[in-house]
């Protein structure tokens, strides 16, 4: 296992470590470019498998992709906690025996009890999606030990962070501070982070923030919230939880929705912050950037990166947030 300062770094120590000579990567279609980006800077010729509307593998157009590419690694992910993947468990084990690598991307299921791969290779995660620290990844490899570890931080990234992090807290908190000026500070931290190149070791402040995680009561926390709010969800004509309903295992990383229309996803984030809730897109679409393309992606894909929000479900919040959450959906929803 080795922590490092991102999950883009984490999947980098994995390709590394991999050492492929052929480079053909099978990545996810619903996915962002931080995933991707690794994999075509160190040459890899990379194409995408398409996802349904309920987030599992579309198995046929899978196994199509897979003749037609014959990958040497596969990048899959369960989303925002649920498990999406066991479907497909029997197929990724007979292409890990033909040898293609498999790299599981364990960040949405974190703190979920669903299973992981057996068939896996390698599993990446990004720690920052989970909690307040300024920065966060952890590669695991199942073939060997890592060789070259991170052992240098990015002090400067750390220390842009952290001054972002502390003067939003002063803003919210204490009323200290310019509006424009915190957003400007947490902007050029993330644009720092977005742009850090090679594998960097995790900063102490972070190690310091994980190793005094209460991951019992995150857990608790978070499935108490979205069992609350999704009820409320479910009974919305506008908007549609993508998971209904919330297995035993599932410790959710948001309470993803779709909107029914299009048009609707915009005036909903911007409902919702006009409110103090803050609901990200979680993924914008790639296409276009950085050279990237969604040319051939299914038109469920298309679909999903046009309507999909994130509601938050944190342990930062409890039932009382999560009411009040669901009253202004509710306003939005009979608009």
């Known amino acids: 296992m080795a922590f490092t300062s991102t999950g ?10 991999m050492n492929q000579q052929r480079k053909v990567a099978l990545l996810p279609s619903f996915t962002c470019s931080s995933v991707i980006l690794p994999f075509v800077e160190n040459g890899y010729q990379v194409d995408y498998y398409d996802i349904e509307k309920d987030l599992t593998i579309s198995k046929e157009r899978f196994l199509e992709k897979v003749e037609k590419m014959r990958p040497s690694v596969i990048l899959v992910q369960n989303y925002y906690g649920f498990d999406t993947l066991t479907p497909m468990e029997e197929v990724f084990g007979e292409l890990h025996k033909q040898g293609v690598i498999i790299i599981e991307d364990v960040t949405h299921s974190l703190y979920s009890g669903i299973p992981r791969l057996t068939a896996a290779d390698y599993y990446v995660t990004s720690l920052r999606k989970w909690f307040g620290i300024p920065e966060g990844g952890m590669a695991l490899s199942l073939k ?17 962070k952290l001054d972002a992090l502390y003067g939003k807290y002063r803003y919210i908190m204490e009323g200290i501070g310019e ?17 850090q190149g090679g594998i ?24 108490e919230n979205y069992g609350f709010l999704v009820q409320k969800v479910n009974a919305l004509q506008s908007i549609e939880a993508v998971f209904a309903t919330m297995p035993d295992a599932v410790v959710p990383l948001f309470l993803p929705v779709f909107t029914v229309a299009e048009s609707d996803r915009k005036l909903l984030q911007d409902f919702l912050s006009a409110r103090s809730v803050y ?22 894909v298309k679909w999903i990166y046009k309507h999909i929000l994130c509601i938050p479900v944190d342990q930062r919040y409890g039932l009382e947030d999560m009411a009040y959450i669901a009253d202004v959906l509710t306003d939005f929803d009979g608009r």
């Open 8 to 17: 883009r770094g984490a999947i980098l120590l994995a390709i590394a470590h």
């Open 144 to 160: 060997g030990p890592f060789q070259d570890k991170p052992t240098h931080i990015d002090g400067e990234l750390e220390r842009a």
């Open 179 to 195: 509006k424009p000026e915190v957003l400007g500070k947490c902007r050029d931290a993330e644009t720092m982070l977005e742009n």
């Open 200 to 223: 960097h070791a995790l900063g102490d402040c972070s190690k310091a923030i994980l190793a005094n995680v209460a991951v019992a009561a995150l857990q608790k926390q978070r499935r």
């Open 279 to 300: 609901a990200p897109i979680l993924w914008p679409s790639f296409d276009g950037e950085k050279g990237l393309s969604l040319e051939n992606a299914s038109q469920s």
